[in-house]
């Protein structure tokens, strides 16, 4: 049934997804400012913890003000990270393999 929903009305889909992002961020924002309350006796620089969490409170409420900037910005997030993170996997996939070839070299000698 979410599959056809998803099919026939793909923008209420990226809404719904929109929205669902910005209350994990809101929720995630407020629980780990409770956290660096109830840590500011135990470790130094909590408010770091603090002050990043209110830049999650910042980004959802963002979101869900902004949705249509919204999509489009998490949508640019998710391909630049993509493209970054695929670019990563091959560098380290040719080092692992350079490195492979120098292990082997190694056994042989």
Known sequence: ???????????????????L???WSIVTGIFEISAAVQLRKDIEGEWLLGLSRVTSILFGVLLG???????????????????????L???????????????LRKVSV
Do not use: K
């Open 1 to 19: 049934m979410a599959e056809a929903i998803a099919f026939i009305w793909p923008g209420i889909t990226v809404l719904a997804l929109l929205y």
């Open 89 to 103: 996997l091959l560098v380290l996939a040719f080092r692992l393999q350079s490195w492979q070839t120098d292990q």
């Open 65 to 87: 003000v902004f949705p249509g900037a919204g999509v489009l910005t998490v949508l640019w997030l998710i391909g630049s990270f993509s493209i970054v993170f695929g670019v």
């Open 21 to 23: 992002i910005a209350a």
